[in-house]
């Protein structure tokens, strides 16, 4: 059964030769004389070994022994424990060496866990069993692997010297094949993974086997990198699933991974799409039969970021035929209305289930290259992920026509998702199967170049909103717009304070592309509203922010990266209630948004630069004690040695004045600080004889 050769002896006697043979096939005899030892290779069947002895008197009678060869070991769990360790809970009494094949039987009263890497010859896991590798670790196979079960935790590696075979239809939960003689995927079965499949030497044949598979529990599987230089590693299909979160009925901007182009039918087995013709031309009918899925044609695209009705083009059928391929490279915008049936003729619609969709097709592989389009618009391109797996975007390459940023749809923000727009040099996890928006403002120099190293097992960016620190780096300030307890997103703005920018619009900024329910923005001095804007920012300068909400909430916005040069300080300023509060990162300032037009537009909220005051150390000044400090409702604000009429005066942090009192000689007055915002006020008594000045903190 694979074991190291043993050996066996007879009496030796001198002047005698002796003749050893094995009735069986599979077993090599080394050796002569009187002691020999054997060798058992793989598909060895039992037999009776032999000896006669010859002498100069003739030949002895056969000395025999019945040598039963196991095709396997199997585990039997006669310990009562899961360690493959121990020998009990091997039907041969003994840990399988590497060159044992190996069944895991459904019939054992408990399942194994690997205590280490280990190596086996040929695995077979039954239905219903599941075999526990450490993280970290590696259950190699040397020879053929049939699972029907699951092997999970770390990986499995195919490490063979001759072509491997997998059957079943198990899962294997990391699998990696390194074998110069490739692997094959049995006809008609299948081999799921739940993780991620990691090519290393050799081409894994997949005759349309090979499933990644998709759940709220162990995430979407992906396809990684492969182990050294790049080479076709994959031969055949492969079937992707990708599992979306209920809760949420909106658009997603969808990308396939495949090289070939293919139709919307992949998808209509598992959501409902529509569209003209209905049932005729593949969709599910309804009773206008509205399109719910489009694709984007840059070439007649009007460029506008409010309604470019001219470059979303509905799917007219979803055969994948002519204007209906869904190309590789492209994105697809799809209304995901919740599992298949869900969604259709209700007003409302209740919240949709989760859903998974399937795919199947030759996978892209190595570099591949996108070249985008540009017309005498913006030139907007909608682009997909090529691979099935997470990209960083900020390990890709483009062409110097391509614009500086992209932007993603993100379903969960707001009611119905919004757009969020990040520079391309920044890291950002685009997941498996979706796709960005970006631009092209010629036909030269317009390329994406995706490359296998930006391939990443880091998890999606799904929240857009957690940094830590000034993730964008020096001179970043990110605003975030929150409602509901911060737990619903809306919209960001991205500002760069960079004195080799201009305040109006350049390359690196990026126009507002209008979301369905609520847009803050930037406005640039000749106009345009940005979401992602660089600019030179020195004291004194004013940055006009704009506000567009459908909904009439209290909101928040939120200091979520603060990073700016040394001596600037930003202010957010809400001119409609004339509060100035001072910017740093954690900072948040609430308002709401009424029926009153002034409430929201152009005109309701600004950034102001300014320096820094120096009022480090006058908490409490000599002469001039203020109590309670920090405050949250009242201050006391007393004064030693003063004569005549004093004015008392708290001002925020660029010089406006919140409020005045006076009072008279040494009298100690009492202000009300509740109605401040929270930050940094200075406090000031002018007095015929002198000035003093001190700060307090507002919680």
């Known amino acids: 059964m694979g074991q190291p050769s043993i050996s066996y002896t007879v009496p030796s ?14 077993v090599t005899l080394i050796g002569s004389g009187n002691s020999i030892t054997i060798d058992v290779s793989h598909g060895a069947t039992s037999g009776d070994l032999s000896v006669t002895a010859t002498n100069g008197c003739g030949t002895s009678p056969a000395r025999t022994i019945a040598l039963n060869v196991l095709p396997y070991m199997s585990w039997t769990c006669g310990a009562g424990n899961n360690n493959w360790n121990d020998p009990a809970n091997w039907d041969g009494g003994f840990v399988p060496y590497g060159t044992i094949n190996v069944v895991i039987p459904a019939s054992a009263s408990c399942q194994p866990t690997l205590p280490a890497s280990f190596s086996v010859r040929d695995l077979t896991v039954a239905p219903g069993v599941t075999i526990e590798v450490p993280s970290g670790e590696v259950l190699t196979i040397t020879g053929n692997a049939s699972i029907e079960g699951t092997v999970c935790g770390g990986y499995v590696v195919l490490s063979g010297t001759s072509a491997q075979t997998l059957t079943g239809h198990g899962t294997v939960c ?21 993780h991620n499949y990691l090519p290393g030497d050799g081409v894994l044949t997949t005759n349309g086997g090979l499933v990644l598979l998709s759940d709220s529990l162990n995430g979407t599987a992906t396809i990684l990198a492969p182990v050294g230089p790049c080479t076709n590693y994959i031969n055949g299909n492969v079937v992707v699933n990708k599992w979306i979160h209920g809760g949420r009925r909106a658009f997603r901007f969808l990308g396939h991974p495949f090289s070939v182009s293919v139709g919307l039918d992949q998808l209509t087995d598992d959501i409902d799409i529509t569209g003209q013709g209905g049932a005729a031309n593949g969709f599910t009918p309804t009773l206008t ?22 470059g979303w083009i509905p799917y007219t059928h979803t055969n994948g035929v002519g204007v209906n391929s869904w190309n590789p490279m492209q994105g697809a915008r799809i209304l995901v209305r919740g599992a298949l049936g869900e969604g259709i003729g209700c007003t409302p619609c209740a919240n949709p289930s989760s ?33 099935p797996a997470n990209i960083d975007m900020s390990m890709i390459t483009t062409g110097s026509a391509v614009g500086a940023n992209f932007s993603v749809w993100d379903p969960n923000q707001g009611v119905y998702g919004a757009y969020i727009t ?9 997941p498996a199967y979706s796709a960005f928006i970006t631009t092209s403002s010629s036909n030269t120099n317009n390329t994406i170049q995706f490359t296998e190293a930006a391939k990443t097992a880091s998890e999606s960016s799904d929240n857009l909103f957690k940094t830590t620190g000034s993730a964008f780096g020096p001179g970043s300030v990110q605003l975030k717009i929150s409602s509901h307890n911060d737990s619903l997103n809306w919209d960001r703005i991205l500002l760069f304070t960079d004195g080799s920018a201009t305040a109006g619009t350049d390359l690196r900024d990026a126009k507002k592309l209008t979301n369905v329910s609520l847009d803050f923005y930037t406005k640039s001095s000749d106009g345009n509203k940005l979401s992602v804007d660089f600019r030179p920012v020195i004291s004194g300068d004013i940055i006009p922010l704009g506000l567009r909400a459908d909904s009439q909430f209290n909101y928040t916005i939120k200091v979520t990266d603060y990073e700016v040069a040394s001596g600037l300080q930003l202010y957010l300023k809400d001119k409609f209630l004339n509060i100035v509060q001072p910017m740093s990162e954690g900072m948040i300032y609430s308002f709401q948004v009424t029926s009153n037009p002034q409430t929201q537009g152009d005109n309701r909220f600004e950034i102001s630069a300014g320096t820094i005051s120096s009022v480090a150390g006058l908490d409490n000044a000599p002469g001039l004690v203020i109590t309670p400090n920090p405050a949250t409702d009242n201050i006391q604000v007393a004064m030693e040695g003063l004569r005549g009429k004093s004015v008392v005066t708290i001002t925020n942090l660029i010089g406006q004045t919140i409020f005045t009192a006076s009072t008279e000689g040494d009298n100690a007055v009492s202000l009300s600080v509740a109605s401040l915002q929270p930050g940094v006020y200075i406090v000031t008594v002018i007095n015929d ?7 307090v903190i507002k919680n």
């Open 689 to 695: 004889n002198e000035t003093r000045t001190a700060r």
């Open 422 to 430: 990040q520079p391309f040099n920044f890291s950002y996890i685009l």
């Open 13 to 26: 006697v001198s002047g005698v030769v002796y003749n050893w043979s094995y009735s069986g096939t599979g």
């Open 289 to 310: 039969n509205n399109p719910s899925a489009f694709w984007y044609n840059t070439l007649t695209g009007n460029g506008s970021a409010v309604n470019d009705s001219t």
């Open 174 to 194: 990391s699998l990696k094949l390194d074998n110069p003689a490739g692997a094959v995927i049995t006809p008609g079965d299948s081999i799921h993974i739940s």
């Open 355 to 387: 859903v998974s969709y399937d795919m199947t097709g030759p996978v892209n592989m190595c570099d591949v290259t996108v070249n985008l389009q540009t017309n005498a618009n913006v030139g907007y391109n909608f682009v997909g992920n090529p691979y």
